[in-house]
């Protein structure tokens, strides 16, 4: 009889783990696919930009840079093979903070890499899995990783950019903004710094509380409340918050919505208070995806290049 409940208490035990497992399923609700269905009857001539094999691109697919239990996050590497020390661009996808893949960013990290960069599109926990900050925690590590094998990837440890595209795009100029703040930073083994010395956003709202801004659910399930019910971790979650005399160099690019641009204006004002390098590119007709599609990408990817070759002073052969 003792051990028919013990097994009876051991097998519901573990029903319940897997049951637990198996209902934090990843949201597919965002890809490149739906984004192009949703946007073609509006923008009928948009196209997807294939994938590119560059001869002077190493890649490397699924490393994994951080492990929770038995749970691993991994990254994609984009390497120029120069043997010379490049820049690196850390990619952050997109999704609502709840959907979103790293392969998204791969034509861009090709295509970025090929120019003389070290690209790395990263995989993150969504909000169905952890909510904020435990995304910022994993692309801070994300950042230690990279930098403990700058030797491996032949990079730069002190020209290192952030680049992220909407969601992603928030959350990387976050990541900017609080360089080397312990408050964004989870206890890890890692001893080298999380700076980066450049962010690239792409229509990524800077402040979650503005008149511009419309976030909504999304931002609610990701910041685990309303802005009514958390509006400290709305304001401390919103880059806006932390810009200074140390934020870095910054570049937006942007769609003709307005609500993905709040808090822009006054990030930029701060920064030109204090001397600090910003540039703005528009694109007054396009999907908010943009940098997902032609005729916006090619102009996306060599506005990014341009931006990174000044902010680091980079010439091509």
Same mark, same amino acid.
């Given at each position: 009889?003792?051990?028919?409940? @013990? ?41 997807? $930009? ?24 991994? =990254? ?10 490049? &820049? ?6 997109? +999704? +609502? ?5 790293? =392969?998204?960013?791969? &034509? ?37 990783? %990279? ?20 969601? +992603? ?8 903004? @609080?360089?080397? !703040? ?23 709202? *800077?402040?979650?509380?503005? $008149?511009?801004?419309?976030? +909504? ?5 990701? =910041?685990?409340?309303?802005?009514? /019910?958390?509006? /400290? %971790? ?8 932390? *810009?200074?005399?140390?934020? &870095?160099?910054? =570049? ?23 001397? %600090? ?24 990817? !060599?506005? %990014? ?13």
């Amino acid at each position: 009889m003792q051990k028919a409940i @013990t097994y009876s208490l051991f097998f519901l035990m573990f029903s319940s783990s897997v049951f637990a497992f198996q209902t934090i399923q990843k949201d597919t609700s965002y890809t490149v696919n739906s984004s192009y269905k949703k946007y073609k009857k509006h923008f009928p001539n948009i196209e997807i $930009p294939k994938p590119q094999c560059y001869e002077n691109v190493n890649e490397i697919y699924d490393e994994v840079y951080k492990q929770i239990d038995e749970r691993k996050l991994h =990254l994609d590497a984009f390497v120029n093979t120069d043997s010379l020390l490049k &820049p690196a661009v850390v990619m952050v996808h997109g +999704g +609502g903070w709840k959907s979103g893949d790293k =392969l998204h960013m791969k &034509p861009m990290a090709q295509f970025i890499a090929s120019k003389g960069y070290a690209c790395f599109a990263l995989e993150y926990r969504l909000s169905d899995e952890a909510q904020y900050p435990e995304g910022i925690y994993d692309i801070k590590e994300a950042i230690q990783y %990279i930098k403990s094998n700058a030797t491996r990837f032949r990079i730069d440890t002190t020209k290192v950019a952030i680049l992220g595209t909407s969601s +992603g795009a928030q959350m990387a100029t976050l990541v900017g903004a @609080t360089n080397n !703040n312990s408050n964004f930073e989870a206890e890890t083994d890692y001893s080298t710094s999380t700076s980066v010395q450049a962010i690239v956003n792409l229509d990524g709202v *800077i402040a979650f509380v503005h $008149p511009k801004s419309s976030e +909504g659910k999304m931002a609610a399930w990701w =910041l685990g409340g309303t802005s009514k /019910e958390k509006p /400290e %971790i709305w304001k401390q979650a919103s880059a806006l918050t932390h *810009i200074d005399e140390n934020t &870095p160099p910054t =570049l937006f690019i942007s769609s003709q919505y307005e609500r993905f641009q709040a808090g822009r204006e006054e990030m930029i004002e701060i920064m030109n208070k204090h001397n %600090i390098y910003s540039q703005v590119e528009n694109f007054p007709e396009s999907p908010h995806t943009f940098w997902l599609f032609n005729p916006w990408y090619k102009d996306t990817v !060599n506005y %990014i290049t341009t931006f990174l070759d000044k902010t680091f002073k980079k010439k091509h052969k």
